[in-house]
């Protein structure tokens, strides 16, 4: 079967629908219900990706404290105005199957708490509300011209919604894993001293050590 380029390929419309945690998954994971409608026609499949940003220039209040820890990225409140920007978050990419019309579809998305990952910072930094998000999709439509031969077409580029993500909700799929506890990424040295630190003092656990390290400083 050929596959050749045809300019009547369905237009799809997409929109967002709720926001949610996957219970039981291997790692902390959010759910987007997303909706496709291809205006009644016939879709044979869609290699489809989105790219998922923290819109953080979209208007949002802060309160003190998120904006102490938010210092690391964005610096002092007074800059801004020209420090404030849009965050990466990452790529999901997925394969629709077979339509007609309109179907829906749940796309996972890997909710991170690595702490060296600029997106972890920025929504760990936040005590409740919305995390506002950019979504931009691209990819490929493959359907069948009037003689049943299948057709492929590129997704537009200006496709894009907004989104808004509890914050809520991506703590939950964080507890779901890791409940109460937060994880954070050493260099081995650095974990090897802190290793032999606790070793020499017969301390119990790793919040002991690193209590024992607060503790002892001025």
């Not at 907004?162 to 703590?171: K, N």
């Amino acid at each position: 079967m050929s596959v050749t380029a045809f300019s009547a390929a369905p237009e799809l419309e997409l929109a967002i629908g709720e926001l949610s945690a996957v219970a039981h998954a291997a790692v902390p994971t959010l759910c987007f219900r997303l909706c496709i409608d291809a205006h009644g026609r016939e879709v044979r499949s869609v290699a489809l990706n989105m790219q998922v940003r923290i819109d953080a220039t979209r208007r949002r209040r802060y309160e003190v404290g998120e904006e102490q820890r938010l210092l690391d990225l964005f610096g002092a409140r007074e800059r801004w105005g020209q420090t404030l920007r849009s965050l990466m978050w990452t790529n999901v990419s997925t394969t629709v199957s077979q339509f007609a019309g309109e179907t829906r579809i749940d796309l996972h998305v890997p909710a991170t708490y690595d702490f060296e990952v600029v997106a972890a910072k920025y929504m760990n930094a936040l005590r409740g509300g919305e995390v506002p998000l950019e979504l931009l999709f691209s990819g490929t439509i493959f359907y069948a011209s009037p003689e049943g031969r299948l057709q492929a077409a590129p997704i537009p580029w200006d496709q894009e919604l907004r989104a808004t993500l509890p914050v809520a909700v991506w703590r939950e799929s964080i507890d779901s894993v890791f409940p109460g506890n937060a994880w954070l990424r050493l260099h081995r040295d650095s974990f090897d001293r802190l290793w032999a630190f606790r070793s020499a003092r017969g301390l119990p656990s790793w919040d002991a050590t690193v209590a024992e390290l607060l503790d002892g400083c001025p």
